[in-house]
T-cell receptor, first 113, second 120 residues
Framework: SQKIEQNSEALNIQEGKTATLTCNYT??????LQWYRQDPGRGPVFLLL?????KEKRKERLKVTFDTTLKQSLFHITASQPADSATYLC????????????FGTGTQLKVEL | GAVVSQHPSRVICKSGTSVKIECRSL??????MFWYRQFPKQSLMLMAT?????????EQGVEKDKFLINHASLTLSTLTVTSAHPEDSSFYIC????????????????FGPGTRLLVL
């Protein structure tokens, strides 16, 4: 079965710095990978999707890379703000059709003033 | 666009009772919806895939007779937790795919706000 690891349980950074979150996976080569944001007590909110043939994707202050050789995705938030504080989840398709996702445990990001 | 709602947002029930949770896609038609469960400090675990007009597909280890799923229309899926017990207390979240892409891609899942279930 697919195993997904996200680096550290919590990441504290200073406002204005770039936050970098890591997602590593094993056992399978997904066709795409997604990043979501989850606030406490709320459902995840979709941020970005990157496909296996894409190296990098950007959206405003967000950037995602996808290295299928290393089986790793990096998620960057530039010019971070306290409002970016949340848990960030990576999710991979489980294969076999049906667009089912397997989620990582998430990285909690806290941006401090 | 691509908004998903859930009702109720929070429910407390007695052990042995049944609880129904509704998941609605508000501005798109969803032929496929997904139900997840999330325990504190843990990630989302897929419970089942709900397909409009057909039986749900359950993940390994999920009891289909305990977690009844009905997807009667293109905008509504329901999850009924039957004979709930304290160990069923969790955060239940649904998601839906917008086949048209909804400004994103067809693979993107749009999540509801979740339902907090507490069984006493």
């Amino acid at each position: 079965s697919q195993k997904i690891e996200q680096n550290s349980e919590a990441l504290n950074i200073q406002e204005g710095k770039t936050a970098t979150l890591t997602c590593n996976y094993t056992n399978y080569s997904p066709a795409y990978l997604q990043w979501y944001r989850q606030d406490p007590g709320r459902g995840p909110v979709f941020l970005l999707l990157i496909r296996e043939n894409e190296k990098e994707k950007r959206k405003e202050r967000l950037k995602v890379t996808f290295d299928t050789t290393l089986k790793q995705s990096l998620f960057h938030i530039t010019a971070s703000q306290p409002a970016d504080s949340a848990t960030y989840l990576c999710a991979l398709d489980m294969g076999g059709g049906g667009n089912k996702l397997t989620f990582g445990t998430g990285t909690q990001l806290k941006v401090e003033l | 666009g691509a908004v998903v709602s859930q009702h109720p947002s929070r429910v407390i029930c007695k052990s042995g009772t049944s609880v129904k949770i509704e998941c609605r896609s508000l501005d798109f038609q969803a032929t496929t919806m997904f139900w997840y469960r999330q325990f504190p400090k843990q990630s989302l675990m897929l419970m089942a895939t709900s397909n409009e007009g057909s039986k749900a597909t359950y993940e390994q280890g999920v009891e289909k007779d305990k977690f009844l799923i009905n997807h009667a229309s293109l905008t509504l899926s329901t999850l009924t937790v039957t004979s709930a017990h304290p160990e069923d207390s969790s955060f239940y979240i649904c998601s839906a795919r917008d086949p048209s892409g909804g400004g994103g891609s067809q693979e993107t899942q749009y999540f509801g706000p979740g339902t907090r279930l507490l069984v006493l």
